[in-house]
């Protein structure tokens, strides 16, 4: 075994063995010290993976070729092969997700929201990790999907058992029914993917996903069958709209933790999804539907921004952007081309980065003002000039002020719209951009309500102190939305060759 | 990289540094007196080491610069297209960025004494990032100026933009600020819409971001239309030009040197500036050029006279910025960025010193408006000397600076108007010409009719202590800024400084341009006159008028105008109910459709499936005559098609 493949299952099997270890260690802040530790461990074998990388290595087909690949038997009757594999596509999603789980068990270290014990927390994290991790490494269409289903449970659990905003039965029953829509929901684009997944199995004989891509087994027919459905069950899950009314609802209810792991890394399984399945294996489908696509993700920016704009609470305005950001990335994919899809993969990313501080922050604001409604928080920079510098930082990346991580993605999706030419993308070019001024309006405003003004009577007793792990949990994320902005080649150097190589199958 | 382009490179990364680091400061502990005065002199220390560095950096670069320079790495490759990380510097660069540092300086300085109090009673807590985000500002700005790639100017330009809402949003005791802040990012935001489809545009025509490959490309007539009026929408925002000057007259709300800042060197200069970077696109595209002319026309007349009936003296001066951008921008779209630049550098320094000024006066007397000053003459010498030679830098009395720079634009849109050169057609130039004359008559009469009321008359209602000049941390910067205030204006003539305003010859023709004399900036014709006796004029009225009224305010001549002017002909409010309203309102419809339709239809769904569920549910629970008979036909039903599906096969 090369030192690769070992770190390749080490990605995967050290948070199940964590989430295990946390289950059986008796004692709870022992137990989410392990947990945070095994966390960390992955991380560190996540970041590995891009040492000793094998760009020229060609057992695959051309179109996916991982640095580093485990292609095992799994259940020979039915020709399911555990095939694990990273590339520059995958591999920044890879560390994000290992980071913010990291950062989101060592701030439970410090603070576990109530409902539940805190141990129960960090292994469910834990087996959320193992579920996106694989979501991202499988090369196997049947292996991808067990993948991005392990995630829903544990997920929903998190949602019901920690969120919520208290116990009085009222939000008991928003975070139940919030928790439900979410799994329902998702479970029904599961579904959808499920049969994709078989259509597309059944038809080319194989799943393997490097063999796959391109579509060169798949009849045209098949393609476009196959693509409806994989978009669909990954456009809820992106979510594109109008497929996206699960997101509010469980961003709102879910934990500090949960939101953070949701909005950062949940939803880039479907756009990863999209670009690496859906694209990949039928590209005709791709380029038959790219222009619906297109529209529904402009119509994602403009709607998306004009509901933040007039939403009165806090955390339920942050899951509102995260739909109008990820259709700046959904427009990037939808244009097929390089620029489109490295715009996509960076605005990815950047969202997970960004979104992932503002709920951070949003939940530090809740839990020491317990309050949420925008109306009753203002002139948060009185009191609390650093939590609110954070916020006011945050804010601004997320409305992709040039330098910093948001700017890459929306620009060049709106670039790309540009490229693409015809009258049909200019148009899309030009809402998208619109859409950006207004992503600038909400957030604005947000920052208006909250940070500016006299002190409401929740913020004025607020003091300046920030506590040391929230400092340690916000710090990683501030430097790299600004590194990320400053340095993008940090996330696009790798995913250059790939890219190109994708677009060269579907554009054939 | 050589030595220059090192230069060029350093001289947003100096203040960059120092604003960063001025950022990261830990806050000083509210109370502790020694702790906050530590604070204090540390922000105040890396805000001046800051922009003195740059200054040093822009001085320094002015001097080795002797023919234009370039210089750029790969930021990064996106699927074809290729964003530099670079600089571009010629001699208009230097020459901006050495006007940009210097205001920069003078703000820092003054900010220092000017910031001492905050509400009353206690110091500013919030100096150490007020002087941090000065730094950053100046940092974009230069970042624009130097930038040798349009996306890594966006990179400034928007930053900018940023940086001028938190400066505005300062004052906290202040309600309209934060406001006003939001305002300018989001009016200045509408246009980068523009600017940034624009960049795109151009971009992906190039297949590169660096200007000069974008200038070496041959664009589509199309295209290039497109672009260029797309980017006009940008500049538009940023130089406060008509329809998206809105933002420029409330950003008063911030503190005065922040407003210093953004009329005289940064912000409001980076649209200009970015035109004349971008020229030979521009002088191609006449369409451009027309709407930029027309554009640059209604927006010196409307900040002209919106000027004349304001009682802030903030205001006024706010609004005679838009007025004197429309000078720049009239000058470029008749074909002379020399005029433009040339403007814009006597500007920067007049209007800084009007602002650090006005501070002054506002410091000492503690309120804004002119209703409440009067005789400020004999207790602030110093500030009305200063105050004079800016006023009359800015109506244009020779031999002060404004009087060249604004003759050299009359004379380029004269040129256009009557001898129809330049790449505009004719009327166009007529149209920036006529507006420019009238313009200047107005601009005398608002300037002379500020100065009567703030520093001749019997002196004002007594607001605390009595006025007097100001301490010397804020006199040295309005001394120091008198300087080129009056008599920048006389490098225009022909040499070195009118050399470098030029737009860089084409290689080739080098031994065509060393035969010609240097084109000064400078055109003493006999039309001089027409202005001089323009100014004359409308100084006169306002004295007349004032003199007439024994001290009234010369406005009331205006009549019914008065309110109109006062509020800028009402534009905002035809703005808060075209764009504002529209956009609140389809918000709410979007938040309604997307609870009620969007997720009705999946709740409705869950609840339709749900009583679909309790139905069949009902029908099952029967009693057990009927459920045995119910099996008894269920059993005889498909024994029948048992029967018949056997019988045919």
Redesign the interface.
């Known amino acids: 075994m090369t030192s690769g493949e070992f770190l390749l299952l080490a990605v995967l099997a050290l948070p199940a063995l964590g989430a295990l270890a946390v289950a059986a260690t008796p004692r709870d802040r022992a137990a989410r010290l392990v947990g945070t530790i095994a966390a960390a461990l992955t991380l560190v074998a996540a970041v590995a993976l891009v040492a000793g990388r094998s760009p020229g290595w060609t057992a695959t087909a051309p179109a996916v070729r991982p640095w580093h690949a485990v292609d095992l038997p799994w259940v020979p009757g039915l020709d399911l092969r555990f095939h694990l594999g990273v590339d520059g596509i995958s591999w920044p999603l890879v560390v994000l997700t290992a980071l913010l789980t990291l950062l989101c068990c060592g701030y439970c270290l410090w603070r576990v929201p109530g409902g539940g014990s805190g141990r129960a927390l960090v292994a469910l994290l834990l087996v959320v990790e193992v579920g996106i991790l694989g979501t991202f490494l499988a090369l196997d269409l049947v292996l991808f999907f067990l993948f991005f289903e392990v995630v829903l449970l544990p997920m929903y659990a998190i949602i019901v058992g920690w969120g919520g905003d208290g116990t009085d039965p009222v939000a008991l029953d928003a975070r139940r029914r919030a928790g439900r829509?979410f799994a329902?929901?998702t479970l029904f684009g599961s579904v959808l993917l499920l049969v994709g997944v078989y259509v597309v199995v059944a038809a080319a004989g194989t799943a393997d996903i490097g063999a796959l891509t391109g579509g060169t087994e798949l009849s045209r027919s098949t393609q476009l069958a196959a693509f409806t459905l994989l978009a669909l069950a990954f456009a809820v899950k992106s979510p594109l709209?109008?497929l996206?009314?699960?997101l509010p609802d469980a961003h709102t209810q879910a934990p500090t933790v949960g939101s953070v792991l949701l909005a950062g890394v949940l939803l880039k399984m479907g756009t990863y999804g999209l670009i690496r399945v859906a694209v990949g294996v039928a590209p005709e489908g791709a380029r038959w539907a790219a222009p619906v696509l297109g529209v529904l993700a402009v119509a994602a920016i403009l709607?998306g921004s004009?509901?933040?704009?007039?939403?009165t609470e806090l955390k339920r305005l942050i899951a509102y952007s995260s739909v109008g950001h990820m259709g700046f990335v959904l427009l990037g994919v939808a244009t097929l081309?390089?620029?489109?899809?490295?715009?996509a993969l960076i605005g990815n990313v950047a969202h997970g980065i960004i979104t992932g501080l503002l709920f951070f922050l949003a939940g530090a604001i809740k839990d020491r003002t317990h309050t949420g409604a925008l109306s009753d928080l203002s002139g948060l920079?009185?009191t609390a000039?650093?939590l609110s510098?954070l916020l006011?930082f945050a804010a601004?990346a997320s409305l992709g002020?040039?330098?910093l991580a948001g700017?890459?993605g929306e620009?060049?999706a709106?670039?790309?719209a540009?490229?693409s030419g015809g009258a049909l993308w200019t148009t899309l070019?030009?809402l998208a951009?619109?859409g950006?001024?207004?992503t600038?309006?909400y957030l604005?405003?947000l920052l208006?309500r909250v940070t500016?003004?006299e002190p409401s009577p929740a913020v004025a007793a607020l003091g300046?102190k920030l506590a040391g792990a929230e400092l340690v949990a916000w710090t990683p994320l501030v430097l790299l939305a600004l590194a990320v902005g400053l340095v993008?080649?940090l996330v696009?150097g790798v995913a250059?060759a790939p890219?190109?190589a994708l677009?060269g199958v579907v554009a054939r | 990289m050589n030595t220059t382009t090192l230069l060029g490179a350093l001289l947003p990364l100096v203040p960059m540094t120092a604003g960063l680091v001025g950022l990261l400061l830990p806050p000083a502990p509210r109370g502790s007196a020694i702790g906050e005065a530590t604070a204090r002199r540390i922000a105040a220390a890396l805000g001046v080491a800051g922009a003195f560095g740059a200054l040093a950096l822009a001085v320094a670069l002015l001097v080795t610069l002797d023919r234009p320079a370039e210089s750029s790495t790969t930021w990064i490759e996106l699927g074809g297209l290729t964003v530099t990380l670079g600089v571009r510097l010629d001699g208009a660069a230097a020459l901006v960025a050495v006007a940009v540092t210097t205001v920069a300086l003078a703000v820092q300085i003054y900010s220092t004494g000017y910031l001492r109090q905050g509400p009353p009673g206690e110091p500013d807590h919030r100096y150490p990032p007020y002087a941090a985000q000065v730094s950053l500002f100046t940092a974009a700005m230069l970042l624009v100026v130097v930038s040798g790639d349009l996306i890594l100017l966006l990179v400034g330009w928007e930053v900018m933009g940023l940086c001028s809402y938190l400066l505005i949003a300062h004052d906290r005791r202040l309600p309209e600020a934060p406001a006003a802040a939001m305002k300018a990012f989001l009016v200045t935001r509408v246009g980068d819409v523009g600017f940034l489809l624009g960049i795109a545009l151009l971009g992906v025509s190039a297949g590169s971001f660096r200007i000069a490959d974008v200038l070496a490309h041959e664009h589509g007539t199309t295209t290039l239309t497109a672009a260029c009026l797309l980017l006009l929408a940008g500049v538009a925002g940023k130089s406060a030009q008509f329809p998206l000057h809105t933002w420029l007259p409330d950003a008063m709300a911030g503190p005065t040197p922040i407003s210093a800042l953004i009329h005289a060197a940064t912000m409001v200069a980076a649209g200009v500036y970015a035109i004349t970077r971008l020229w030979p696109l521009f002088e191609a595209t006449p369409t451009a050029l027309v709407v930029l002319g027309v554009l640059a026309s209604v927006t010196l007349l409307l900040g002209a006279l919106a000027a004349t009936a304001q009682d802030d003296i903030k205001r006024v001066l706010a609004w005679s910025t838009v007025s004197q951008l429309g000078y720049m921008t009239g000058a470029l779209a008749v074909g002379s960025p020399p005029a433009a630049l040339f403007h814009l550098l006597t500007h920067a320094a007049f209007k800084a010193l009007l602002f650090l000024a006005a501070g002054a006066v506002i410091h000492s007397v503690g309120t804004t408006l002119m209703s409440r000053m009067g005789g400020l003459r004999r207790s602030m010498p110093v500030t009305f000397w200063c105050t004079l030679i800016g006023l009359g830098a800015l109506a244009g009395v020779p031999p002060l600076s404004g009087f060249w720079s604004k003759e050299g634009v009359l004379a380029a849109a004269e040129q256009a108007a009557l001898h129809g050169d330049g790449p505009a057609p004719a009327w166009l130039g007529w149209l920036v010409w006529l507006a420019g004359l009238v313009g200047v008559f107005v601009t005398a009469w608002y300037a002379t009719r500020l100065l009567l009321r703030t520093f001749f008359g019997p002196p004002g209602t007594p607001l605390g202590q009595p006025p007097h000049d100001p301490p010397a941390v804020l006199r040295w910067p309005v001394l120091a800024l008198a300087v080129p205030a009056a008599l920048l204006g006389l490098a225009g003539f022909p040499g070195w400084f009118s050399r470098q305003l030029q737009p860089t010859p084409p290689a080739a023709s080098d031994a065509v341009s060393d035969l010609l004399p240097p084109d000064g900036l400078i055109h003493l014709t006999p039309t001089v006159l027409l202005p001089l006796a323009l100014l004359v004029l409308g100084a006169g009225l306002a004295w007349a008028g004032w003199r007439r009224g024994a001290g009234a305010d010369p406005a009331t001549a205006l009549g019914p105008l008065r309110p109109v002017f006062a509020r800028a002909f009402r534009l905002d409010d035809v703005q808060h109910t075209l764009v504002v309203r529209p956009t609140v309102a389809m918000a709410r419809t979007a938040r309604a459709a997307d609870e009620r339709v969007v997720d009705g239809a999946v709740t409705g769904t869950g609840r339709a499936v749900r009583a679909l569920g309790g139905g069949l549910g009902v029908l099952h629970r029967a009693a057990l005559p009927r459920a045995a008979a119910a099996v008894l036909a269920g059993a005889l039903l498909i024994g029948l098609a048992a029967a018949v599906i056997g019988a045919t096969a």
């Open positions: 829509k329902l929901y709209w109008p996206h009314s699960w709607i004009l509901v933040c704009l007039a939403q081309t390089a620029t489109g899809i490295q715009a920079r009185e000039p650093r510098g006011a601004v002020l040039p330098g700017f890459w620009a060049f709106v670039v790309a540009v490229e070019a030009v951009a619109i950006g001024a207004l600038a309006a604005l405003r208006r500016h003004g300046p993008p080649t696009l250059e890219v190109e677009v």
